[in-house]
């Protein structure tokens, strides 16, 4: 309901603005506006923003999710209230508040707050050079770098690529709960070194015999 009514105000106040210059709005409280707009999309939020001159002070206060590339808000006065975007190369700054980063780099910076983290390639992993905000980090298809001290504490969900074939054991941090590896791994497994993991997956081509289990197992899945 709350969806269907801003949809409506949007559609007046952008349309018909003429016939209501004379009529006195009842004032709207940043604090409840900022909660209805979470339930708009990012490209609703800016027409709503553009109704009146008090409305266009809130886009500084609204934070957009929708992932979009930063060279189109870099110049924007709002460009710290994003939180998905894209990049390539390395950019000058990020936006204060972004936590999703679609990241196109030979550059092994990463920005501070970013929460979801996917390395699409190869090489470049450096010890603490992944910010202890990461919760999920996904390595790319090619991934094959050892990863012993390279995976912050932060981290829940964890997932290798389909090359990647490296020993985990003893590499792999307490925070972990969700682990996935790829078709080609073929080392050997110790789930008394994984006493958090709850979830995992591997290729189904994965050889069981190398697995040595504890008094914990977790939920294993097999894929193809």
């Not at 109704?51 to 992932?67: E, Q």
Request: aromatic letters at 12%; glycine letters at 4%; proline letters at 6%.
């Amino acid at each position: 309901m709350v969806y269907i009514l801003i949809k409506k105000l949007i559609s007046i106040t952008s349309n018909n603005l003429a016939k209501y210059t004379k009529v006195k709005m009842l004032p709207l409280y940043d604090d409840n506006l900022i909660k209805i707009c979470d339930y708009l999309s990012d490209k609703d939020k800016l027409m709503l923003t553009t109704t009146s001159t008090n409305m266009s002070k809130l886009k500084y206060k609204l934070l957009f999710r929708t992932k979009i590339n930063i060279s189109k808000i870099y110049l924007l006065p709002y460009f710290d209230n994003f939180e998905n975007i894209k990049i390539h190369g390395n950019p000058p700054k990020f936006p204060k508040y972004v936590k999703y980063v679609h990241y196109t780099t030979y550059s092994t910076y990463v920005a501070p707050r970013v929460t979801h983290l996917k390395f699409k390639s190869r090489g470049g992993l450096t010890k603490n050079g992944i910010p202890s905000t990461v919760t999920h980090l996904i390595f790319g298809e090619n991934f094959n770098d050892p990863i012993q001290e390279k995976i912050p504490l932060s981290v829940t969900h964890l997932t290798f690529g389909s090359r990647f074939n490296r020993p985990i054991n003893d590499c792999i941090p307490l925070s972990v709960t969700h682990l996935s590896i790829g078709r080609y791994f073929d080392q050997g497994l110790d789930f008394r070194l994984l006493p958090n993991v709850k979830y995992f997956q591997l290729h189904k081509s994965f050889r069981r015999t190398l697995i040595k289990f504890s008094a914990h197992v977790p939920e294993i899945r097999f894929v193809d």
